[in-house]
């Protein structure tokens, strides 16, 4: 049994609630994702998503600058990561980038590689935001 819209919609309009003055966008994804989680462990026909394996998303955006897509490829490698999908768009000094990245061979759960991921943002002073595909795919019938 998969989760309806509706359903992510009730958990949604509950992390608002919940989070009150302060629900921003990220937070309330961040309940939201845990709610699914939570949801998938307990129902049986739902599996918790295996965040040590599988696809992930990673979305990006900034000021464009040389070197941004190499820097983030690089990391990925080093990781062992494989992009199986890049989409990647320059608006004047604007650049934003989506990538579908399967993780199945990378020694490093999905966890390390946000944590790395968001040290290399910081430095480069851009965003970057990775995601299991599954949440991805749940967070986005919203």
């Known amino acids: 049994m998969k989760l309806t819209e509706d359903e992510i919609r009730k ?35 739902i599996k918790q998503p295996d965040t040590s394996s599988g696809r ?44 579908v990245i399967d993780i199945t061979n990378s020694p490093n759960d999905l966890r390390e590689i946000q944590e790395e991921m968001k040290n290399l943002a910081a430095e480069m002073k851009v965003k970057i935001y990775i995601q299991h595909e599954d949440v991805f795919r749940y967070m986005h019938r919203i």
């Open 56 to 99: 992930i998303i990673l979305t990006s955006f900034g000021l464009n600058s040389s070197g941004i897509i190499a820097r983030i490829t690089t990391k990925l490698s080093e990781f062992q990561c494989d992009i199986r999908d890049l989409s990647q768009k320059i608006m004047d000094e604007f650049y934003t980038m989506i990538m």
């Open 11 to 45: 958990l949604t309009l509950e992390a608002i609630k919940e989070l009150g003055d302060k629900a921003t966008p990220d937070l309330v994804k961040s309940v939201v994702e845990k709610s699914i989680e939570n949801v998938s462990f307990q129902n049986t026909n």
